[in-house]
C-alpha cells in the first residue's frame, strides 16, 4: 500500500479502478459480441435454405449444436450487462467486475466450440470428405486456443509477482 492507502498501482481508488475495467470489458465484449451475432445470424438463414434437408442427419445434427453453442455464447457475452444493470446503485461494482470477466471467458470459450463447430459443418459440406476435414478444424481450434488463451495466461504466468513494467510503469499503470 501507498501512504495514501491507496494499492500499488495507477493511482486510483478501488471504484476507480473498477470503473475501468468495466469500461475494458465492455469494449472486449463489443469485439466478439459482434463476431458472434453476425455468425449466429447466418446460421439461423441456414435451416430455411432448401439445402438444409439434404443435409445427412449427422450433420444436421451437429447444425443444431452450433445454433445451441451460439445462442448460448451470446447469452454469455450479453449476461455482464444484465448482470450490470441488476447490481447497479448495490456498490458492489468491483465484484460486479469479476463475475462479468467471468462470463465474457465463459462467452469466449462457447464462441470458441460454436466457430469450431460451425467450420466443421461447412467444411463437411463443402467437401463431402470426412477424412481430412477434423485435421484442418482441429488446427483452427488449436490456433484459437493458442492466440486467445495459451499465449495470454504463459504472458501472465512468465510475469506474475514483477511488481514494475519492463516500462518502469507499475502493473496497474501497464494493463
Same mark, same amino acid.
Given at each position: ?5 491507496? $494499492? ?87 465484484? $460486479? ?79
Amino acid at each position: 500500500m501507498r501512504g495514501d492507502g491507496r $494499492a500499488d498501482g495507477r493511482d486510483e481508488s478501488p471504484e476507480e479502478r473498477a470503473d475501468r475495467k468495466w469500461g475494458d470489458l465492455l469494449q472486449e465484449i463489443r469485439v466478439a459480441q459482434t463476431g458472434v451475432q453476425i455468425l449466429f445470424g447466418f446460421l439461423l438463414t441456414v435451416v430455411f435454405q432448401p439445402s438444409y434437408r439434404r443435409l445427412s442427419d449427422a450433420d444436421q445434427t451437429l447444425y443444431m449444436v452450433t445454433i445451441v453453442l451460439g445462442a448460448a455464447a451470446i447469452g454469455a457475452l450479453i449476461a455482464p450487462v444484465a448482470f450490470h444493470r441488476v447490481v447497479t446503485g448495490r456498490f458492489i461494482k468491483p465484484e $460486479a467486475v469479476v463475475w462479468a470477466s467471468r462470463l465474457t471467458l465463459l462467452g469466449l470459450l462457447l464462441l470458441l466450440l460454436t466457430m469450431t463447430s460451425s467450420l466443421l459443418l461447412v467444411l463437411r459440406t463443402a467437401t463431402h470428405d470426412d477424412g481430412y476435414v477434423p485435421w484442418i478444424v482441429a488446427g483452427v481450434a488449436g490456433l484459437y486456443i493458442l492466440l486467445w488463451f495459451v499465449i495470454p495466461a504463459a504472458l501472465r504466468l512468465r510475469t506474475a509477482g514483477r511488481t514494475t513494467h519492463p516500462s518502469g510503469l507499475d502493473d496497474g499503470e501497464a494493463d
